[in-house]
């Protein structure tokens, strides 16, 4: 079933050439939503995510991508410009996912590594969670958001448990869902619902590069009550199961998608 299919709504993925953000972008393009995807990528990535982008134009439906810094003011404006000529009248916004993970995974006291600084956290929350309001917001003043649209961030575990080295993406998460929260308050007048999504730990590039990882992988396996880890098909699932009619009534609230892993 294609319920998006034809309805002139667009879902813009912060983050979609990768993990949670690819996952979601074809679990939606696969049921008739059209995608706009703003990732950040090198050259050498450039096949593989190009790749990645064929198969989701291959469900028949509109699709943009720009490779750009979410957090230049300059290249959102662009970016939401060519959108809004593309939508012209009818087209609006459905969908607005935050899949950033760009911070820093610096510990807070080492003999031999560089240690968090107050740049650090300001760059990582600004990147991992502000940026959510920036482009919300950026998006609302233009009036592109459809009647009934839907918000949806990811945050994790580390938003209450501390983690070695995860100190100011901890504090970036927190962030977001705070922000989540008061969205979903404040502009609940407009149609507008908003919720964050806690993710399991989840084997992306992102679970990669924070340092021993293999141990947080070995250790997830046997907390977990499934033996596994979660996969970003398993969280795009449950983005798609938010953008639905029947989850209209879901708001400002952190849901979690982790197969049962937080409960020991």
């Given amino acids: 079933m294609r319920e998006f299919q034809d309805k002139n709504e667009w879902a813009i993925i912060l983050g979609g050439s990768s993990g949670l953000g690819l996952a979601t972008a074809k679990k939606l393009a696969k049921h008739g939503m059209n995608i706009c995807i703003v990732h950040r990528n090198s050259r050498v990535q450039k096949e593989e995510i190009e790749a990645h982008f064929n198969e989701i134009k291959k469900e028949n439906i509109n699709f943009l991508s720009f490779n750009i810094d979410v957090v230049n003011i300059e290249k959102r404006e662009s970016v939401l410009s060519e959108l809004k000529e593309k939508l012209g009248e009818k087209e609006k916004i459905k969908t607005l996912v935050h899949s950033i993970a760009k911070g820093n995974l610096k510990p807070m006291v080492s003999k031999d590594n560089q240690v968090l600084q107050n740049d650090d956290f300001q760059l990582t929350i600004n990147t991992m969670a502000i940026s959510l309001y920036d482009w919300f917001k950026a998006i609302f003043d233009k009036n592109l958001f459809a009647s009934d649209t839907r918000i949806i961030s990811f945050t994790s575990e580390g938003?209450?448990?501390?983690?070695?080295?995860?100190?100011?993406?901890?504090?970036?998460?927190?962030?977001?869902?705070?922000?989540?929260?008061?969205?979903?308050?404040?502009?609940?007048?407009?149609?507008?619902?908003?919720?964050?999504?806690?993710?399991?730990?989840?084997?992306?590039?992102?679970?990669?590069?924070?340092?021993?990882?293999?141990?947080?992988?070995?250790?997830?396996?046997?907390r977990n009550p499934f033996g596994k880890l979660t996969t970003p098909e398993a969280i795009a699932n449950v983005v798609y199961l938010l953008c639905k009619d029947e989850a209209s009534w879901i708001n400002g609230t952190i849901i979690k998608v982790d197969g049962g892993e937080s409960l020991n």
């Fill in 159 to 222: 938003n209450l448990k501390p983690m070695q080295n995860y100190a100011a993406v901890s504090a970036a998460k927190v962030t977001l869902e705070a922000i989540t929260r008061n969205i979903a308050l404040e502009f609940a007048k407009f149609g507008i619902r908003a919720n964050c999504i806690q993710a399991g730990v989840t084997n992306t590039a992102s679970l990669n590069m924070i340092p021993n990882s293999d141990q947080i992988i070995k250790h997830t396996l046997k």
